[in-house]
């Protein structure tokens, strides 16, 4: 919410780099707030419906699933990408001179 009203605040008519920098941390900062709470919601749910201990393991499973899909799996495309590119050369290779 925050990146649109500070838009709408700033010229809804202007998107500066300023602006981008700004949106991509502020959402990169609530992304894992927002695993953790749904995340605490499955828990609590699961825990009202059946009651065992291993929901928690669950919970602590669906935490690890988000921050992979959502920090691990990008960024690990974009080394693929850069090394396919020959911008950064593979772990355990010698850089071209």
Known sequence: MT?????????????????????????????????????????LVSWLIVGRAWVASAAAGLFVLFLTLWFVLPRSRLLLRLVARGDLEPAGNPARG
Do not use: N, W
């Open 3 to 43: 990146p649109a009203a500070y838009h709408r605040q700033k010229g809804a008519r202007k998107v500066t780099e300023a602006f981008i920098l700004l949106s991509s941390r502020l959402l990169l900062a609530s992304m894992p707030p927002l695993a953790a709470s749904i995340c605490i919601d499955f828990y």
